[in-house]
């Protein structure tokens, strides 16, 4: 009989698991906290690498509808100095290495390729306990109670399946975004359309950024990037338009069209801090359980997070579905690759923040693009 197989979340990781395992023909079950699939928003644009994201994608046999939701033209890389002077502008050169798509588009694509039934929505777990011989039993807030024989965590930084296998926990990184959107803005902003140009912006100094991705509908999507305290954000009312004038104190005598992609919001300004887990962070084999994603690496943000989740599930469904009988096989396989896997991608994360917003920058990551090509 096939071991029930249930996953904690439904975003990138978790998703790629069921459905690679959907198209070999093994069931698994999703349970979702949010009430529905657009209950929040989702993220901006990610470029999917060949390597990895779009390696997942293929083993879960969605290339081609992957294809139609890439941006042309997103590939496009800029950099500018703090007055607003270009440091280095890249086209899209088209050979689709790295092309970009809306994460919640992508989502979408995941969510609509398995089963009706394959996702429970509004699920929360509260409590999740062994209960032996690889078994688990999870608990959620509407008082059910399920068993299964694999529990996979794709829960996320804040992982409660987690536990089972270590006690590590996210540590902030001593950086904050600050996030803003502006719409129609070829019509209403042309001066920032024209800065930020047709898909990724950056402009950097030591421990200050701003940075932009130009989005399919006419949409530019900016994170404000700054090294503060944890506790920075905690002070600022950020349903009022004194959160603009807060972030901006912290961008003295940068370029006025630089800045106006915060002070112009046509959303509110939402904070987000940005914790890790240890580099390296490995776990004793514990039968019945694995985690995929930032359940089981959270990094700084360097264009391999949605990346790695993607291979991470396509991964373990490629070892469950080659251990037939023998979970436990299956799960040591997974986890030997995915740690080593894991640790050089936090790394490289890590040495791209300190590129990003450390002491020499914006130099660091000019001689990266001189070097490499692209982010």
Not at 66 to 93: C, M, N, Q, S
Not at 186 to 204: D, K, Q, S, T, W
Not at 289 to 301: C, E, K, M, Q, Y
Request: aromatic content about 6%; glycine content about 12%; charged content about 20%.
């Amino acid at each position: 009989m096939q071991t029930s197989i249930t996953i904690i979340g439904a975003g990138l990781g978790g998703l790629a698991l069921a459905r690679v395992l959907h198209v070999h023909g093994i069931d698994a079950v999703i349970y979702e906290a949010e009430p529905t699939p657009m209950s929040r928003t989702q993220g901006g644009q990610l470029d999917i690498h060949e390597a990895d994201g779009q390696a997942a994608i293929e083993a879960a046999g969605l290339t081609a509808q992957f294809r139609a939701l890439i941006h042309e033209g997103g590939e496009a890389t800029r950099a500018l100095g703090r007055d607003g002077a270009v440091l280095l502008d890249l086209p899209d050169d088209g050979d689709g290495g790295r092309p970009e798509v809306l994460r919640g588009e992508l989502r979408q694509l995941l969510i609509d390729s398995l089963p009706a039934d394959a996702i429970r929505w509004g699920a929360k777990v509260v409590a999740v306990r062994a209960l032996g011989g690889g078994r688990h039993e999870l608990s959620f807030a509407d008082g059910t109670v399920v068993e299964t024989g694999l529990l996979v965590g794709a829960d996320g930084a804040w992982s409660k399946v987690r536990a089972l296998v270590t006690d590590a926990a996210p540590s902030y990184y001593g950086t904050t975004y600050v996030e803003t959107y502006l719409h129609d803005v070829r019509r209403r902003h042309p001066g920032i359309a024209e800065l930020v140009g047709e898909g990724a912006m950056f402009a950097l100094a030591p421990g200050r950024g701003i940075s932009t991705h130009a989005e399919a509908g006419d949409i530019v999507h900016t994170y404000a990037q700054l090294h503060v305290p944890e506790e920075w954000a905690d002070g600022i009312d950020w349903s009022a338009p004194s959160a603009a004038e807060r972030v901006l104190a912290e961008y003295p005598g940068w370029s006025g069209e630089l800045t106006r992609l915060i002070g112009e919001s046509d959303t509110p300004l939402v904070p987000r801090r940005l914790y890790t887990l240890p580099v390296g962070l490995r776990w004793d084999r514990v039968p019945g359980v694995t985690l995929v994603g930032d359940a089981a690496h959270v990094s700084p943000p360097a264009g391999e997070g949605a990346n790695i989740a993607l291979f991470d599930g396509a991964e373990l469904a490629r070892h469950i579905v080659e251990n037939p009988g023998d979970l436990d096989a299956a799960l040591t396989a997974y986890e030997s690759e995915m740690f080593v896997r894991a640790e050089q991608s936090a790394a490289d994360a890590d040495e791209m923040a300190t590129m990003m917003l450390g002491g020499d920058a914006p130099n660091g990551l000019l001689d990266f693009f001189a070097g490499v090509g692209r982010a």
